[in-house]
């Protein structure tokens, strides 16, 4: 059974540009999660999205958004980069009625 | 916001001895999580100990859950140097449904 997979592998911006994740959940898996993990730190909660509509966002700026498409997989979109922006960004997905989440590999990043 | 606070930040010991790690919580659950993280990659699930289980084993790995406490323990016997890594406790909140709410992590490293 394919895991899940994240792409790009590694992203390169400059400040002001605008940044496009993509995540493929575990077949089957209805819910992803989107975390930002800055270096040596821990999670922290991005957005929820389930049956393709958001359920919950963490405490971030507008300007970090996403969608779900038909098929559970799901973009985050960060506009309007700045340099803190700096991270590794971290899907899960998961069953329907379960607290166990799968996690990518993360997509590493770099605002210069 | 995060929820869960591990104990200590960071553990150093040799391999073949015992490292315990600790999570501290503060609302109510319906069950906890442990994930492991390699260096700048993507978590793995290790073991999910639900509200009303005070122990629960799974290989070398033993955890308990004090909900009177709202603390819980993470034991790695007889450690290996594959086990260096760092180690996340996660739970849920009664409110928020599957939404995981993560502590910061402890850092292990196994020394040879």
């Known amino acids: 059974e394919a895991g899940v997979t994240q792409s790009p592998t590694h992203l390169i911006k400059t400040r002001g540009q605008q940044a496009t994740l993509r995540c493929s959940p575990i077949?089957?898996?209805?819910?992803v999660y989107w975390y930002q993990q800055a270096l040596g730190l821990g999670l922290q909660f991005l957005l929820w999205?389930?049956?393709?509509?958001?359920?919950n966002r963490g405490n971030f700026p507008p300007r970090f958004s996403g969608r779900q498409f038909p098929n559970y997989s799901s973009e985050l979109n960060v506009n309007a980069l700045e340099l803190e922006d700096s991270a590794l960004y971290l899907c899960?997905?998961?069953?329907?009625?379960?607290?166990?989440?799968?996690f990518g590999p993360g997509t590493r990043l770099t605002v210069l | 916001s995060q929820q869960g606070e591990e104990d200590p930040q960071a553990l150093s010991i040799q391999e073949g001895e015992n490292a315990t790690m600790n999570c501290s919580y503060k609302?109510?659950?319906?069950?906890l999580q442990w994930y492991r993280q390699n260096s700048g990659r993507g978590l793995v699930h290790l073991i999910l100990?639900?509200?009303n289980e005070r122990e629960k084993h799974s290989g070398r790995l033993r955890v308990t859950l004090d909900t009177s406490k709202k603390s819980s323990s993470l034991l790695i016997t007889a450690s290996r140097a594959a086990d260096t890594a760092s180690y996340f406790c996660?739970?849920?909140?009664?409110?928020?449904?599957?939404?995981?709410?993560w502590g910061a992590g402890t850092k292990l490293i196994i020394k040879p």
């Open positions: 996660a739970t849920d909140d009664l409110d928020s449904n599957y939404q995981l709410i």
């Open positions: 609302t109510s659950i319906n069950n």
């Open positions: 100990i639900r509200s």
């Open positions: 077949s089957g898996h209805t819910s």
């Open positions: 999205y389930d049956e393709g509509e958001e359920r």
């Open positions: 899960a997905s998961s069953l329907e009625g379960s607290y166990e989440q799968f």
